[in-house]
């Protein structure tokens, strides 16, 4: 077993131990019965520097399935805690195992982390495994956030276990292989704190982040402010991207928001169809915590608690501590306004800024929810000039809108054709339809993964705008009703 996992080109370190005992637990496996790996990301598995006809053998199912480590892998749970709809408590990896931190030939540094592998110390009560719908479905949203050119975690595998899961129902078992730049949240810096309120813990942790992610900040005057803007950056332009797709997250909770700027977690996500700012999907978030108009100040909620827990490490004296994450913070709105106002001119065709951009901005906006018109596909025939694809062709007030915005364009210096060119690149022509991701995923119950492996292939290059395109970018009917999304745990 070993030689063939070295043959699989497996190269994996665990600097994560290198942190205090408190943030992690060595685990042992747990498992399962009868491990059958059912997709590989192959182009994934090429840039780790992983050999991909190893990865597919019996051996590396077991692998992928948590029953045997790969060469150099070390199996450990991540201590974390969080505030889960504004409440904190005591979390970690309840149900993942990382096995390391693949070093890839150009030398880039990810976890591997196994989801829905059984049981930690950290499970609460809970199996510790997953079902095949939730894995899959990471699998296909992750991968299509980064064919968005969205930063993410990525899905290397996805293996059945031959086990059973028992939720409402019975379900297959499934574990996913996630990699990530790495699974450092803002709330490991929030158990580092609340939790363990050791300065020297909460020290050791912002150094191992500025190592990992940021190690420009090492040089400043003060490293760990420069860490807490490099992060503020980091998501403001993560989020602004979201807003941009039309994507929303569903539980942004912050054990779900990583220091290093990818998006993490695809539980009760999904991607909004009519446009409307109060859009939620989540079936928990009743109250509309999470709605897609609230992510940006979520984010910087989400931010404020990150820079509490960094306020020792700022300066001796508290209250100037404050003051210094305070004058941080107020950049994260500017930041996430700037970001999407540079998206939206992109969607429109515009290459420089004028002062009225945002009102000819909103105006669309507010006449798409008004009209109730599809959020993507709108801005695709804008792009390709369709106005009757829009659903509004037909109102005064989207002529005079149209007007406005074709004498807007034909004041820059670029042509019509570099605008369109433009406009194609960054409105896509697909993204994963809810209903399309849930036909997938009722195929792949029965063991049809051919719907999958085509919603894949035309999610790739959703700027493509290819004829096979066309089919997975039409909205679902009148009869889907109201999508509800659920956590999957």
Known sequence: MNTNQNAAGWNLQNSYTSLPEAFYTKVSFNPVEAPNTIVVNEQLAKEL????????????????????????????AQAYAGHQFGNFTMLGDGRAILLGEQITPEGQRFDIQLKGSGRTPYSRGGDGRAAI???????????????????????????????????????????????????LRVGTFEFATHVRGKVDEVKALADYAIKRHYPEAAGEDQPYLALLKEVIKQQAALIAKWQLAGFIHGVMNTDNMTISGETIDYGPCAFMNTYDPATVFSSIDRQGRYAYANQPRIGGWNLARFAETLLPLFHEEQEKAVEMAQEAMYGYSDLYQAHWLAGMRAKLGLFHEEKEDEALIGELLNLMQEHKADYTNTLVALTFNKLEDTGMNCAAEFT??????????????????????????????????????????????????????????????????????????????PSAGDYKTFCGT
């Open 133 to 183: 719908g939730p894995m899959l479905r990471e699998y296909i949203i992750s991968e299509a956030m980064h064919g968005l050119g969205i930063p993410t975690t990525r899905s290397l595998a996805v293996v059945t276990t031959g086990e059973t899961v028992y939720r409402e129902t019975e379900l297959k078992g499934a574990i996913l292989t996630r990699v990530a730049e790495s699974h």
């Open 49 to 76: 520097g992983l050999n991909i006809a190893e990865l597919k053998n019996e051996g590396m199912a077991a692998v992928f399935a948590g029953n045997t480590a790969p060469a150099g892998g070390e199996p450990l």
């Open 400 to 477: 005079q809108w149209h007007e406005k915005w074709e004498a807007r364009r034909g004041r820059q210096e670029e042509s019509k054709a570099d605008s369109d060119e433009l406009m194609r690149n960054s409105n896509p022509a697909i993204i994963p339809r809810n209903h399309r991701v849930e036909e997938a995923l009722a195929a792949a119950n029965i063991g049809d993964y051919s719907m999958m492996e085509k919603l894949l292939t035309v999610l790739k290059n959703p700027y493509a705008h290819t004829p096979e395109q066309a089919e997975y970018a039409k909205p679902p009917g």
